[in-house]
């Protein structure tokens, strides 16, 4: 099994920046992918931003440009800077992982508000 960690989320203004973390416990040997996912009231979940444990990166559409995800492997933690914040980001972002038997596993959920 294996355990993850968000924080990071808040209320913030348009234009403004947050940063969320994600760390995983427990059975972390060989983990695969992690990531972050959100899902806004009424719609469906959607990807945010991939990466490997080689490091390797994908985006949604929506958050290229302005979001950056990055990994720490020896402290089995993800990260992402969320730059030029807007309303239409406003969800709750689940963080994802991937085990060494491809199990998917999320974390609770962290809310961002962009808001004025």
């Known amino acids: 099994q294996v355990q993850l960690a968000e924080s990071g989320g808040g209320l913030v203004q348009p234009g403004a920046s947050l940063r969320l973390s994600c760390a995983a416990s427990g059975n972390t040997i060989r983990l695969g992918a992690m990531g972050w996912y959100r899902q806004a009231p009424g719609k469906q979940r959607e990807l945010v931003a991939t990466?490997?444990?080689?490091?390797?990166?994908d985006y949604g559409d929506s958050v290229k440009d302005r979001f950056t995800i990055s990994r720490d492997n020896a402290k089995d933690t993800v990260y992402l800077q969320m730059n030029s914040l807007k309303p239409e980001d406003t969800a709750v972002y689940y963080c994802?992982?991937?085990?060494?038997?491809?199990?998917?596993?999320w974390g609770q959920g962290t809310q961002v508000t962009v808001s004025s």
């Open positions: 994802n992982a991937v085990g060494r038997f491809g199990n998917n596993y």
């Open positions: 990466i490997t444990s080689r490091g390797n990166t």
